[in-house]
Each structure stands twice: as structure tokens, then as C-alpha cells.
């Protein structure tokens, strides 16, 4: 669909909406429905109104340029004019396309974060724990809420695996690109030789799901209550409070223990078996679309490498857009994790708009 098609439908959509917002014959669900929608398209139209606005500025502009009666000081201003125009109208487009881009239906989501260690040991383990604070500390930055579902810790402050409940604005839109493994160079504090270990360490983002979303039937779950654990394997409750599901036509299984109530530790790890069971469903659907296109940002894989941290030369490198910073510090802090989602976001609309006009 052409650019003024796509502005002519949205207008005339629009017009529709506000004209139904005002009849009094509205159902709770369609007035809520509807104002939604508006909400949605509503930064849309207003974009495509200032469009046409510096394009009706332009016309007039041209008009009077070849006006056989204008005088040249006023020839002279539409000239001027005509240069500020189209450069303006060039970036007003280019804004235009970008916000009537697809949406992933998901990105307005709540996120289940989940890491694990990979090769490297305790180093590994170390690493996992670096990268749950780094995102806790973003989540921070940006307002959400992050909620700690599980932790196993190791002995000396690693964690082998964690996960986390992370809700707010856009979560799923911002942490998506985030899935894969994560690599790490440096000097453990247990080296004495100086050496730079290499270990990683796997994200996984799963947009949250909601009980519509994924119909799971209590006959395919396997339920195991056993009791509680800390490190070491101490017991650290007297009742067997720990639950383990496992979704037996998948073979996915859950763990949760850090509650005392079996119930909260139930709940808790049905939410991230349905997360993870509508991701693998995402997962597969998107696979079979990208099957058909030349690029992507990030395949989903958990096994693909997408960056490198560097202690020794204090960068961060992200290998899907060849992204380098020397800011190592602050991006862990939380501080510049921004700057790798936004030019990750930036590619994936630069992609979109390629497939788009090809």
C-alpha cells in the first residue's frame, strides 16, 4: 500500500472512531476497544497532518515561484522556502514509514528474564550475576518494576541460574534483542598467572503470557513438591514448599523454591511455563517469516553469540550490528545500555523498511 493510501485509510479511520466515541450506544468493552485504538494511531495521523501540512507549504511555495507576477523579492522568499521544505518533508517521511512499520503484538509486553552460567565455571556463574544486576539496575533506570523470581547461587557470589518478573512500559519491546549468550574476557580475581579467561553466560527474554494466550491442560503438567534447598543442599524450610512442573509434551520443566508457600512457588513457575511455551510458539512463527527474508537482527537463538564484554579494554561489542563501545563501566551500571538497544532497534526499522520497498 502506497504512502497516501496508508495516510487516506488512517484518516478516514480516525474520522470513524471519534464519530462512534461520541454515540451514547457504546458497550464498556467497545468504548474502552475503540479509545485504545485511537490512542494507538492517533501519533500516526498526527505525523501524516504535519506531512501534508509542510507539502501544502511547499505547493503554494512552487506557485508562487512560477508566478509570472510576483515580484523577485517575494520569487526570491519561495525560493528560500522551497530549499527549508524539502528536506524537511524528506524527514518528515522517512518518520511517517517508521511509525506505520508492523508492531510486534508482543512488545507492549511484561518480560520473564531467565540467565544461566555456560562454559567457564565459577567465572561463568560470576559473569550470570553480573548481567542480573546490569539489567536490574536498567530496569530501574527506565521505571519498571523487577521482581526476582529465583536465584542459585554459588558459594562465592555467582549465580548458576535466575530469573526475573520485569513489568512496565514497552519492557518486551526494549530487552527482546537480548537473547543469546553473552561473552566475557577478563582476569578472574582467582588467576594469579594474570591470564584472561574467556566464559559466557545465556539471556533469555520471554514476553510474558497470560492464561488466554496458551492453553495448557492440567493432564499434559507432571507436579513434584519437594523440600527446599539452599547452598550446600541445607534445608532452609520445615515443610516441602518447593514445586517442579514439567509440561510433559515439551519436556519444559520449571523449578520454583524461593517462596515458603507451595502455592506462591506454584504460581510462580506456572507464569514462566506459559512464558516459556507462548515464546516457543513466537519463536517458531517467527523463524518460518524470516525464512523468507535476507536479514534479521536477532534469530532468538540462545545459542548465538551476540556480544562480547571486554574487561581489559573496558569495550562492549555487539556482534549482530558491529557495534563497539568503550563504555564497559556504565553499560553494566545500567547507565548506556540504552545506546546498544536503540541502535538495535534502529537496525531492525532500517530492515523493515528494506523488506518493505523490495
Partial sequence: MSLEKNISRLLSRKDEIEDRLVSSSLSPSELTNL????????????????????????NDALILLKDPEADLDMKSLADEEIKEIRPKIIEEEHMLKLLLLPKDKDDSRNAILEIRAGTGGEEAALFGADLFGMYQKFASE??????IMEISETGIGGYKEAAANISGQEVFAKLKFESGVHRVQRVPDTET???????AATVAVLPEAEEVDVDIKETDLRIDIFRSSGPGGQSVNTTDSAVRITHVPTGIVVSQQDEKSQHKNRAKAMKILRSRLYDAERAKQNAERAASRKGQVGSGDRSERIRTYNFPQGRVTDHRINLTLYKLDKILLGESLNEIIDALLAEE???KLADGQS
Fill in 349 to 351: 526499522q532500517a530492515q
Fill in 35 to 58: 479509545s485504545k485504538e485511537l490512542a494507538e494511531i492517533r501519533p500516526v495521523v498526527d505525523q501524516a497532518v504535519k506531512l501534508q501540512k509542510l507539502k501544502t507549504e511547499l
Fill in 142 to 147: 527506565q521505571g519498571w518494576r523487577f521482581e
Fill in 193 to 199: 598467572g594474570g591470564r584472561i579467561h574467556t566464559s
